[in-house]
């Protein structure tokens, strides 16, 4: 069966280290996969995309990962702070297509502690 | 950026009534939009997939009939859930897109429901 797993529930980080959420999916080929912000109560906020032929992609304190072998996504956060706090979720395009048809993981809930 | 507006944020409804949920996109045309229901501690759970002018498509299980949803135009759609019960209580988020491909989903700030 088809499945997005995000490996932590919740991921509790100090201050200024660097947070490494990871994302694994099985039996998807996707085009890209997408990394989200959801604070509590409010929709997702897109961060990143990252396409099957790139490695790696950065933007400001934030760098995905994609490994299409392993089939896994990796979303890093240096120097991390209080305001990251959040839940994370990837997302993928199970077509495989590039369609925005996302198929979402459940998010893993970071806490950055002070 | 791009502006998803969803409206109302919060509504409380008695069992056996419709209520309506409007999503707008302010400053894109959105040809898609999609609604989506999000449960405590959950992933998103796409329910329909919306273009302008044409009929919804809805996913497996989701009932055509109790969630109506209107695309009249290029910026609103309207999720309408009908003769609501405790168990549709949720989280419910569109998202809309302008259709370039590899494009990211720009969410509403959702709508939680509550049926009594």
């Known amino acids: 069966s088809q499945k997005i797993e995000q490996n932590s529930e919740a991921l509790n980080i100090q201050e200024g280290k660097t947070a490494t959420l990871t994302c694994n999916y099985t039996n998807y080929s996707p085009a890209y996969l997408q990394w989200y912000r959801q604070d509590p109560g409010r929709g997702p906020v897109f961060l990143l995309l990252i396409r099957e032929n790139e490695k790696e992609k950065r933007k400001e304190r934030l760098k995905v990962t994609f490994d299409t072998t392993l089939k896994q996504s990796l979303f890093h956060i240096t120097a991390s702070q209080p305001a990251d706090s959040a839940t994370y979720l990837c997302a993928l395009d199970p077509s495989g297509a590039g369609s925005y048809q996302l198929t979402f993981g459940k998010g893993t809930k970071l806490s950055v502690i002070p | 950026g791009a502006v998803v507006s969803q409206h109302p944020s919060w509504v409380i409804c008695k069992s056996g009534t419709s209520v309506k949920i409007e999503c707008r996109s302010l400053?894109?045309?959105?040809?898609?939009m999609f609604w989506y229901r999000q449960f405590p501690k959950q992933s998103l759970m796409l329910m329909a997939t919306s273009n302008e002018g044409s009929k919804a498509t809805y996913e497996q299980g989701v009932e055509k009939d109790k969630f109506l949803i209107n695309h009249a135009s290029l910026t609103l759609s309207t999720l309408t859930v009908t003769s609501a019960h405790p168990e549709d209580s949720s989280f419910y988020i569109c998202?809309?897109?302008?259709?370039?491909?590899?494009?990211?989903?720009?969410f509403g700030n959702g709508t939680r429901l509550t049926v009594t």
């Open positions: 400053d894109f045309q959105a040809t898609t």
């Open positions: 998202s809309a897109t302008a259709g370039l491909y590899n494009s990211p989903l720009h």
